[in-house]
């Protein structure tokens, strides 16, 4: 009898453990490389803008509701799939007097710090271009999940600006084309 | 967009600070010490390379992050010390030649430090190709070096230095058409003060030994087009033409050509920098076409008007 009780006092415990309440944990999506883009642009003579876009982005990032803080972001661009509808200067932009991509094959960023915001969520991290790191904090726009066929998807959008001069870009070419670069991720995430 | 006149500036500075350095160390030399003249010359190309950079803008970094700093920083200053030590009678031969031998071993290896061509993981050559590539292109260097060091030692040798500073500059300009600009500028202070030091030393302490900036050259050469292949946009038979031209100093060297230039230097310095002198215009021929083909649409430079003669004439019915 004793030994009855015991059974099915584990087994409640149990039962509660696996509730769907607190299975609650963080939502895990990838980086729908699709229907998702990472944009820039950057003036040109002080006149008007350049445009170009990186085609390859990898990413993950994961979503916990309950604790917003504990959500982080992660995403990888590829320097080399730099996109400005010009061969000759993406060509230009791979070599050393801009990205470097065969020095620094990637732009990295991973956050440190993530709190809900009206809209979305402030997210702090380290953003990692040409061989430097710097702590950068913007506001990602959206989160809301739909499910389309079988797929779970959450969408942010995001703008920021960053100074070429803060990640050791060549001084001599910050001339013609500016310093600062808006930077514009309009991205999805998927789960099954 | 490259600014021709800074250059000219730095690159005269370079030359000027590395041959006046070197007639002041030789003069002082005759009285106080036999090694002082090599000595000048290579204190007089430090302080060239010093002064060159330093009028170009260029900005020194700890640790180093490019291959070109990782050059300018620790290839070249490598280079420097190993030739420093030459200088003293007492440090044994072999060790000076093994060392050299190290350093060019390693160079390539140094240049491709945490790039993608060392991290097949990352979008990189296989293990098996990269090695392949260091030793091909170590190979080229050491024997480079090895050959032009023989050839330094006979008539007209002073004539390797200079070939060598054309082809740096030649070099420079090559690389910086291929569109990698502050590559082919760090050629400049490179080549005047290899220039500098170089026919300073011959002229006021004949004899003296030239290997400081022989070494110099070879290294910064290799350097440079090794940075300006892999990392920039020079193509593989322009950087392999130009990293062998100076060896077409050896032509003047064949058995049967030999006799008909009756070891006059004048003649022989002639022929070796004509010889150079035409493959450079062929590379910068080539590389003037890439150049117009690829970048010029992107510069997209205001049609300079024709002079009055001219418009005239094209005026007419």
Known sequence: MRRLSTL?????VCLVAISPLSLYAADVYEYDGVHSSVSFKAR?????????????VQGKFSLDREDPTKSTFQLSIKVDSVDTANKARDEHLRQPDYFDAKQFPTIDFQSTSVKAVKGGYEVTGNLTMHGTTREITFVLLGGKEIQHRDTKRVGFSTELSLKRSDYNFDKSAIGPIGDEALIIIDCEGMRK | MPDGWLFLQASLASAAISAALVVAGARVARRVSFVGAEGSALVGLVCGLIVGYAWLGFVWVWPPLNALQRLLQLILPAALLIEAAACWPAVPRRLIVGLRFALAAVTGRVLWQGSVYLDPARGGWSQA???GTLLGCGGLLIGSWWALGRLLRRPAGTSVVAALGMVLVGGGVATMMAGYLKGGTAALPLAAAVLGSGLALSLVARGRSLDGPLSCGVLGLFGLLFIGRFFGGLGTPAALVLGLA?????????SWLRPALKSRAGLIAALRLLLVALVLGAVLFQAKQAFDRDFRPLL??????????????????
Do not use: K, Y
């Open chain 1, 8 to 12: 099915m006092l584990f087994t409640a």
């Open chain 1, 44 to 56: 040109h003579l002080d006149i008007s803008w350049i445009h170009g876009r990186f085609n390859e």
């Open chain 2, 129 to 131: 190709w990269a090695l």
């Open chain 2, 246 to 254: 100076p060896l077409l100093c050896w032509v003047s060297e064949l």
């Open chain 2, 300 to 317: 997209r430079a205001v049609p300079v008007p024709p002079p009055p003669v001219a418009a005239a004439l094209l005026d007419r019915p």
